[in-house]
DNA sequence: TATTGTTATACTCTATAACTATA
DNA sequence: TATAGTTATAGAGTATAACAATA
């Protein structure tokens, strides 16, 4: 190996802060073994809302992705198209605000779903500045499909979530947005 | 402007599935004017699980990277760090298994923090292809300013979520990771 | 042979500044 | 002046392949 120098070694037993922070009480299962056989302990984070909620959304858009991949539509590239079926004739600022993509990034996404002959710009003769967009008829065509697909994706989902907790999952999404703010484009700057 | 030649125009009204797919019914107010003054049906995005659990999660990332920017650290990077705090001494691959994280990405991260002077890489005698990895005592003081911090963001997340939800969230988060497999690293492929 | 850390690389997503052509 | 689309660019985060040192 190739790399850095050799450093003095402290004590490796301190707790760093006076609190335990949580239920587990260090050293009643010594961590710093070699096979870490024992669990590793990552409190407070799977306490934290942020943190267990990236988890969950990063394994949901994988099982999305999966389910998808015949297709190889992604997530946003779904939730573009989905818009523009159910809005024929919107503008790209339209698409960005309501998904909260900025427009500069939205170009590019376009850009592919018209390369792959998906989505199309129409010119807008009322204002040269803007593009209509619309599916193509192969767009709808897939979108016919991939809406089956995400419904089979869905379904697993919500079987995983179970039969209570489907119904309250939403709402508390809503909330999380509505007090914090949209997490993405949106505002600007 | 320099792009795109005509396109025929092709007739924006046509719904493009049989079925509407949500209560909305298109054409009550015609999406298709100049100042988008109506509302852009997003159906059936806002009832995805996944749609909203990203959007719900990029909402709650962006209030914890403003709460902790005094620090400039970002939700990656406390997670890391507070998994060294509690297991000092930890290898990358470690680390790499608990979060999710690609051993091979985690390599800028720790560098990172090596660099910024907040933890340290140490040799293992017993095991000399890994790093025992710790905290620098600035690493330590930082954790507890930085833990009072995320605190306070927690405690805004929780606010904005309302008592009821706030137990109910973490295990549905739990019942998804565990049904759908992580959505990380780990799986090494 | 397998594991640990690493490099190199690529792709997605997010973000800012600045340009153009229109309005 | 403001808006719509764009370019250029940068930074996170995630992903795979392949290598060296070590087990």
């Keep these: 190996m190739t790399r850095r120098a050799t450093i003095p070694v ?10 335990t922070r949580n239920g587990k009480s260090r050293n009643d299962k010594t961590a710093e ?9 990552l409190s407070p984070l799977p306490d934290r809302v942020g943190y267990m909620l990236r988890r969950a959304q990063l394994a949901v858009f994988k099982n999305f992705v999966r389910t998808c991949a015949e297709f190889d539509i992604r997530p946003a590239q779904y939730a573009v198209l989905t818009v523009i079926e159910n809005n024929p004739g919107l503008k790209q600022i339209d698409i960005s605000t309501a998904l909260g993509i900025k ?6 996404l376009i850009d592919l779903l018209e390369r792959r002959g998906l989505a199309r710009r129409e010119p807008v003769p009322a204002d040269r500045r803007s593009y209509a967009l619309h599916l193509t008829a192969r767009g709808k065509t897939l979108m016919g499909k991939l809406h089956a697909r995400v419904d089979a994706h869905e379904q697993q989902v919500r079987d995983a979530l179970g039969a209570e907790a489907r119904d309250r999952l939403l709402p508390m999404m809503r909330r999380l947005i509505a007090a914090l703010g949209p997490g993405s484009a949106d505002e600007e700057s």
Aim: hydrophobic share 30%.
């Design 10 to 19: 402290q004590s490796a037993a301190a707790r760093p802060r006076g609190k």
């Design 33 to 41: 073994r070699n096979g870490r056989t024992d669990a590793i302990d």
């Design 103 to 108: 427009r500069t990034n939205l170009v590019a």
